[in-house]
């Protein structure tokens, strides 16, 4: 159990939660905010979606226990919003409210897209709302009230507080400055691309993960050999799914990791700093990146280090990691590992490859550079592995 210390549409509150609990079973059952709804549990259809330091997250998977000190925002505390206002009455306009389920999460998700993309065409509205899923079909009217409302922004029919957020780090860490006038505003700062350049400290800086693991894999081949091959960043870049380079300066890279999550994807643009030890035959990178679609950000510290095994050599990796927006998703405990384990065996199979002379990629391996890595096809192949594993137990046990 922890307490935790939150500002809830703008009360503060305080309450003893389990480790595990989901911030959306504070807000509905401790709280009676049900506005926030719940049905897939799996950050996946965004009728949760509420605001968390005045950006839209999924408070089906975001544990209540690291937003300590965050202001959170549900739909009950938009009431008197203007952007929120001319949303319910558009949404009423364009019979886009039909069963209603999704209502609330759409509403946030509408909101934040007048307050970020003013200019945003249909195409780029229909782009939006693609983490929001509506089982009625209602996207057309949903899609038409939104375009009002932007029609009615960008006429200057609409008052919208600006925000003076100038970027977000993790969830909770930094509340919502007040504006000029003393009062806070829960607008999303625009989106606009962060340079590599501009990245700010590398690293954790200080901060507690959110992401803890250990992987490590062994080579058949000589530990100086493989520490060679991890030490030229241009070969092994490729052996990484999803990545690729964008500039090499001596010891520090600019690059990109695309990443599919169903409807979401993802580019994280940043830059690393490595460091290595070859006497230790050791490393260390910082990291930071994010990316501009979806504003997801991560920031990282990893070590790993090479030894000798009688079947040549094994490369241990711990990995420390921040991960705040929507693909935050993907930071569950048990779900981190699985998909950790898994991407851990394609890497060592594209280096062993590398070192064979081979190149990377194949069957079951990582794509080519610059190729989306697909985090739904890696979670279909985990379930595809436990099914085979339960089957196996099952029939074991039958014969005993």
Same mark, same amino acid.
């Given at each position: 159990? +922890?307490?935790?210390?939150?500002?809830v549409n703008?009360?503060?509150? %305080?309450e003893?939660?389990?480790?595990?609990?989901?911030?959306?079973?504070?807000?509905?059952? +401790?709280?009676d905010l049900?506005?926030t709804?719940?049905r897939?549990?799996?950050?996946?259809c965004? $009728?949760?979606t509420?605001?968390?330091?005045?950006e839209? @997250?999924?408070?089906?998977?975001?544990?209540p226990s690291? *937003?300590?000190?965050a202001?959170?925002?549900?739909?009950?505390?938009?009431?008197?919003?203007?952007?929120?206002?001319?949303?319910?009455?558009t949404?009423?306009?364009?019979?886009?409210?039909?069963?209603?389920? *999704?209502t609330? !999460?759409?509403l946030v998700?509408?909101?934040?897209?007048?307050?970020?993309?003013p200019d945003a065409? %249909?195409?780029?509205?229909?782009?939006?709302?693609?983490?929001n899923? *509506?089982?009625?079909? !209602?996207?057309?009217?949903?899609?038409?009230?939104?375009?009002?409302?932007? %029609?009615?922004r960008r006429a200057?029919?609409?008052?919208?507080?600006?925000?003076?957020r100038?970027?977000?780090?993790p969830?909770?860490?930094r509340?919502?400055?007040?504006s000029? =006038?003393?009062?806070?505003s829960?607008?999303?700062?625009? =989106?606009?691309?962060?340079?590599?350049?501009s990245m700010?400290p590398?690293?954790?800086?200080?901060? @507690?993960?959110?992401v803890?693991?250990?992987? =490590?894999?062994?080579?058949?081949?000589p530990?100086?050999?493989?520490?060679?091959?991890?030490?030229?960043? @241009?070969?092994?870049?490729?052996?990484?799914? !999803?990545?690729?380079?964008?500039?090499?300066?001596?010891?520090?890279?600019?690059?990109?990791?695309?990443?599919?999550?169903?409807?979401?994807?993802?580019?994280?643009?940043?830059?690393?700093?490595?460091?290595r030890?070859?006497s230790?035959?050791?490393g260390?990178?910082l !990291?930071a990146?994010?990316?501009?679609l979806t504003?997801?950000?991560?920031a990282?510290e990893?070590?790993?280090?090479?030894? @000798? %095994?009688?079947?040549g050599a094994?490369v241990d990796?711990?990995?420390?990691?921040?991960?705040?927006?929507?693909?935050?998703?993907?930071?569950?405990?048990a779900?981190?590992?699985?998909? $950790?384990?898994?991407?851990?065996?394609?890497?060592a199979?594209?280096? =062993?490859?590398l070192?064979?002379?081979?190149?990377?990629g194949?069957?079951?391996?990582?794509?080519?550079a610059g190729? $989306?890595l697909?985090?739904?096809?890696?979670?279909?192949a985990?379930a595809?592995?436990?099914?085979?594993?339960?089957?196996?137990?099952?029939?074991?046990a039958?014969?005993?």
């Amino acid at each position: 159990m +922890k307490t935790i210390r939150l500002t809830v549409n703008g009360r503060a509150i %305080e309450e003893t939660v389990h480790e595990r609990m989901h911030l959306a079973d504070v807000l509905r059952d +401790k709280l009676d905010l049900t506005a926030t709804h719940l049905r897939c549990e799996q950050g996946v259809c965004g $009728a949760c979606t509420i605001l968390i330091d005045g950006e839209p @997250a999924r408070a089906c998977i975001t544990f209540p226990s690291v *937003c300590d000190g965050a202001e959170v925002t549900t739909l009950e505390g938009l009431e008197h919003d203007p952007v929120t206002t001319a949303l319910r009455q558009t949404f009423t306009r364009e019979h886009a409210l039909q069963c209603g389920y *999704c209502t609330p !999460g759409m509403l946030v998700t509408a909101r934040d897209i007048v307050l970020r993309l003013p200019d945003a065409d %249909e195409a780029r509205v229909r782009r939006e709302l693609s983490g929001n899923l *509506c089982r009625c079909t !209602g996207y057309g009217g949903i899609v038409r009230a939104i375009l009002s409302v932007l %029609e009615a922004r960008r006429a200057g029919r609409l008052p919208v507080m600006r925000s003076c957020r100038e970027s977000l780090g993790p969830v909770g860490s930094r509340p919502a400055r007040p504006s000029a =006038a003393g009062a806070p505003s829960l607008s999303a700062a625009p =989106a606009r691309a962060t340079p590599a350049s501009s990245m700010g400290p590398l690293g954790l800086a200080g901060a @507690a993960p959110t992401v803890a693991l250990r992987q =490590a894999f062994t080579v058949a081949q000589p530990p100086d050999a493989v520490w060679r091959v991890l030490s030229d960043i @241009a070969a092994v870049v490729p052996c990484i799914p !999803g990545a690729s380079i964008v500039s090499v300066a001596g010891d520090r890279v600019v690059g990109r990791m695309t990443v599919t999550l169903g409807p979401m994807a993802a580019a994280f643009d940043g830059e690393a700093e490595i460091a290595r030890d070859g006497s230790a035959r050791r490393g260390t990178i910082l !990291g930071a990146g994010s990316d501009r679609l979806t504003r997801t950000r991560v920031a990282a510290e990893a070590t790993y280090t090479v030894t @000798a %095994e009688p079947e040549g050599a094994r490369v241990d990796v711990t990995v420390a990691a921040v991960l705040s927006g929507p693909l935050a998703q993907v930071s569950r405990g048990a779900l981190v590992e699985d998909l $950790a384990a898994r991407l851990t065996r394609m890497f060592a199979e594209n280096l =062993a490859r590398l070192m064979a002379g081979d190149g990377t990629g194949g069957p079951g391996l990582a794509p080519a550079a610059g190729t $989306a890595l697909s985090v739904g096809l890696l979670l279909r192949a985990l379930a595809t592995e436990r099914l085979n594993r339960l089957v196996a137990w099952i029939r074991a046990a039958r014969r005993r």
